[in-house]
C-alpha cells in the first residue's frame, strides 16, 4: 500500500496550511476510512500535535491489523436466474483484499442486468480474516408480451406487440422482438444484447428492423441493421 500517497489523498491538513484540531479530527477519521476501504478492518490510528512558534508538527501513527480477503460468496433468491451470470458481474474473486467500492460496483451492475427488481449486500467476518459476503435478490419477471393499441389520423387503428426476454436461452442475454400494424404499415423490429461479449465487460448490441409502407400511389420497402 502506498501510504504516503495514501495520506497525502486524504488529509485534509495539507504542509503551510492552516492548523485547525477540527481538521486534525477529521483527518484521523479519513486515514482509517481508507485504510478500512482497503481490507484493514482493525485500523487503529492515534494523532499528536507540537506547536514551535508559529508551526504544528501533527504526527500520525497507524496500526493496521491484519488485512482482511474476500472469502466465499453466498447468494439467497438466486432461483431462475443462471448462477454463472450473477458471478460474472461480481468485481470481486475470492482472496481479494476486502474493499466496499468492490462489492458497490457488484450490486450496481448485478441492477443493470434487468434481472433483480431489489438486491442487497451483506458481510461478516471470521476468525480467519475472510469476510463472508451476502448477496439477496428479489427476482423480476424475466419474459413478458406488451401490447399497445392506437389510433392516428392517417393510419387509423394501429397495434403493437412487442416480447421481451430478459434472460434469453438462459444465458443472460436480453432479447426483444416486436410488430408494428397498421393500416398503413407493417414494421417487424428485433433486438439483441450480449453484456459480457467473449467474456469480456464489453457489451455487445445487435438490432434489425424491416418496414413497409403502403399508401395510395405509394409503397417502399426498407431493412436496416446495426
Given at each position: 500500500?502506498?501510504?504516503?500517497?495514501?495520506?497525502?489523498?486524504?488529509?485534509?491538513?495539507?504542509?503551510?496550511?492552516?492548523?485547525s484540531p477540527?481538521?486534525?479530527?477529521?483527518?484521523?477519521?479519513?486515514?482509517?476510512?481508507?485504510?478500512r476501504?482497503?481490507?484493514?478492518?482493525?485500523?487503529?490510528?492515534?494523532?499528536?500535535?507540537?506547536?514551535?512558534?508559529?508551526?504544528v508538527?501533527?504526527?500520525?501513527?497507524?496500526?493496521t491489523?491484519?488485512?482482511?480477503?474476500?472469502?466465499?460468496?453466498?447468494?439467497?433468491?438466486?432461483?431462475?436466474?443462471?448462477r454463472?451470470?450473477?458471478?460474472?458481474?461480481?468485481?470481486?474473486?475470492?482472496?481479494?483484499?476486502?474493499?466496499p467500492?468492490?462489492?458497490?460496483r457488484?450490486?450496481?451492475?448485478?441492477?443493470?442486468?434487468?434481472?433483480?427488481?431489489?438486491?442487497?449486500?451483506?458481510?461478516?467476518?471470521t476468525?480467519a480474516?475472510?469476510?463472508?459476503?451476502?448477496?439477496?435478490?428479489?427476482?423480476?419477471?424475466?419474459?413478458?408480451?406488451?401490447?399497445?393499441?392506437?389510433?392516428?389520423?392517417?393510419?387509423?387503428?394501429?397495434?403493437?406487440?412487442?416480447?421481451?426476454?430478459?434472460?434469453?436461452?438462459?444465458?443472460?442475454?436480453?432479447?426483444?422482438a416486436?410488430?408494428?400494424r397498421?393500416?398503413?404499415?407493417?414494421?417487424?423490429?428485433?433486438?439483441?444484447?450480449?453484456?459480457?461479449?467473449?467474456?469480456?465487460?464489453?457489451?455487445?448490441s445487435?438490432?434489425?428492423?424491416?418496414?413497409?409502407d403502403?399508401?395510395s400511389?405509394?409503397?417502399?420497402?426498407?431493412?436496416?441493421?446495426?
Open positions: 500500500l502506498p501510504a504516503a500517497e495514501l495520506l497525502d489523498a486524504v488529509l485534509p491538513l495539507k504542509s503551510s496550511g492552516p492548523w477540527a481538521a486534525a479530527d477529521l483527518g484521523a477519521q479519513s486515514v482509517a476510512s481508507a485504510f476501504n482497503r481490507g484493514w478492518l482493525e485500523v487503529r490510528v492515534s494523532t499528536s500535535a507540537e506547536a514551535a512558534g508559529s508551526s508538527t501533527w504526527r500520525v501513527q497507524i496500526s491489523g491484519p488485512l482482511y480477503r474476500i472469502g466465499e460468496t453466498r447468494y439467497e433468491g438466486v432461483e431462475t436466474v443462471n454463472r451470470i450473477v458471478e460474472r458481474e461480481l468485481d470481486y474473486k475470492i482472496g481479494d483484499p476486502y474493499s467500492r468492490a462489492l458497490y457488484s450490486q450496481s451492475r448485478l441492477y443493470k442486468t434487468r434481472f433483480f427488481d431489489e438486491v442487497w449486500t451483506r458481510i461478516s467476518t476468525s480474516k475472510t469476510v463472508i459476503v451476502e448477496i439477496s435478490v428479489k427476482e423480476r419477471r424475466l419474459k413478458y408480451l406488451k401490447a399497445v393499441a392506437g389510433f392516428g389520423s392517417e393510419e387509423k387503428e394501429r397495434l403493437s406487440l412487442v416480447l421481451t426476454y430478459h434472460n434469453f436461452l438462459n444465458r443472460g442475454y436480453q432479447a426483444e416486436a410488430v408494428n397498421s393500416r398503413i404499415w407493417l414494421e417487424y423490429r428485433g433486438e439483441f444484447t450480449n453484456r459480457d461479449f467473449f467474456g469480456t465487460r464489453i457489451e455487445q445487435t438490432r434489425f428492423t424491416w418496414r413497409r403502403d399508401r400511389g405509394y409503397y417502399t420497402e426498407s431493412t436496416q441493421g446495426r
